[in-house]
Structures are given as C-alpha cells and as structure tokens.
C-alpha cells in the first residue's frame, strides 16, 4: 500500500536534546513539507521540499532543520533551540503540479521532560 | 486579522442531521480550497478539494466556495457517529510547493 509513514509515533524529549523525526513516503511524489499542530490551533509550516536537496523554510522553521538527500525522506530535526517543542508534528507530501492536495502522516507526539 | 477564521466548537448534532462547517478567509489570492478531517491523535484525510468557486460533491458531503464572499462551506448529508471528528479547512494560493493555510478546526459530534 502507497502511503506516508512516520515513526515514531510518540517521542519524549530531554531539554538541551535535540531529536529526529522520521518521514517516509512510498507514493513518488516531489514535494514533502512538515506542519507543527499544537492544541486547538490549525497547523503550522515548518519547512517544505520541492526536490531532493533542496528545502524552503516556513512560517516558523527556528528552532528545527531538516534534510531532503532522498526522494521517499524528510528527516525533521527539532534541536535544543526550539524554545517549546511539544506539539504534534505532521508530515506530508504531493504529486508535482499539484501542491495544493497535499497528503498527511499519522503524525509524531512529541513532548519535552 | 487571521488568514482563514473558523469556528472551534464543538458542534453536536443529532445523528442523521444535516451538519453545515464554514470557513471565512481575507487573502484574496488563494484558489484552492480543501477541507480535511482528522480524528483525535491522527494525521489529518483530505476530504474535499476545490478549485475556485463553485459546488464539489461527493457521497455525503458537498464543498461549497463563493470567493466573493470569502466564504466557504462544507455540508455532511445524513450525518453518522463515525462523522465525528475536527474538520480543518485549508486554502492554497497556487503559485509553487510550499504550505497550505489551514483554519484551526471545527471539533464535530454526532450524537447517536
């Protein structure tokens, strides 16, 4: 089955710690972004990738880093300058010339200790 | 003023209601419009999406878009228990790969 995968699905972090969240996809599309969903907020860009090896910064990319050395991966990177990184972290992808029907993950839980 | 407004709720309805969910936004440049649902501690299903104005219908739901009003709708037909869920409009202006603008949901109930 074609599809996004996340893991892991719930991830506990050390302050000072940084993490990696891993993204997976197997449907060949180009584009992949990572979205920051916190509680009764609607999500949030962190970064986007159009092409292998190259990555846009979003509305709110302080704090995280990313990598796009692979088509099938978007490795996100949450290191020990994002001031509050307990959220719940969403990846997604699309089909070139189709930015606008994007597809999700399960997502990543992600809290700080 | 935020991008795309769009009413928290929670919204409860009897089961077999029709459920009306609306979004207003202030770009006028955006031109696509989605609305995804998401269950509780899940990635978020794109449900509907649109491109301009007009009415989008599939099964049960129905995407309406009126750009001139900035306004746009979706409507659940005889609604279900497993209906229940945060529904997310989103809106995309076109242009290159970069992000959706996503309101921040309307959480749904259906009441058996």
């Known amino acids: 089955d074609g599809g996004i995968t996340q893991s892991p699905k719930y991830l506990f972090r050390k302050e000072g710690q940084n993490v990696t969240l891993s993204c997976e996809q197997n449907l060949n599309h180009d584009a992949m972004y990572w979205y920051r969903q916190d509680p009764g907020q609607g999500l949030r860009l962190i970064y986007y990738?159009?092409?292998?090896?190259?990555?846009q910064k979003g509305d709110i990319a302080e704090g995280y880093s990313v990598s796009r050395e692979k088509k099938e991966s978007f490795p996100l990177t949450v290191t020990s300058a994002q001031k509050n990184p307990t959220a719940f972290y969403l990846c997604a992808s699309s089909k070139p010339g189709l930015a606008a029907k994007q597809f999700f993950g399960p997502g990543t839980r992600l809290t700080v200790l | 003023q935020k991008e795309v407004e769009q009413d928290p709720g929670p919204l409860s309805v009897p089961e077999g209601a029709i459920v009306s969910l609306n979004c207003t936004y202030s770009?006028?440049?955006?031109?696509?419009f989605m609305w995804y649902r998401q269950y509780s501690r899940k990635g978020p299903e794109l449900l509907m999406y649109?491109?301009?104005?007009g009415n989008k219908e599939d099964g049960r739901f129905t995407a309406q878009v009126d750009k001139s009003s900035k306004y746009i709708s979706l409507f659940i037909r005889d609604s279900q228990p497993s209906d229940s869920a945060t529904y997310l409009c989103?809106?995309?202006?076109?242009?290159?790969?970069?992000?959706?603008?996503f309101g921040k949901g309307t959480h749904l109930i259906i009441q058996p």
């Open positions: 990738s159009q092409i292998v090896n190259d990555f």
């Open positions: 770009n006028s440049a955006f031109q696509y």
């Open positions: 989103a809106m995309y202006s076109g242009g290159g790969a970069d992000g959706l603008t």
């Open positions: 649109t491109y301009s104005s």
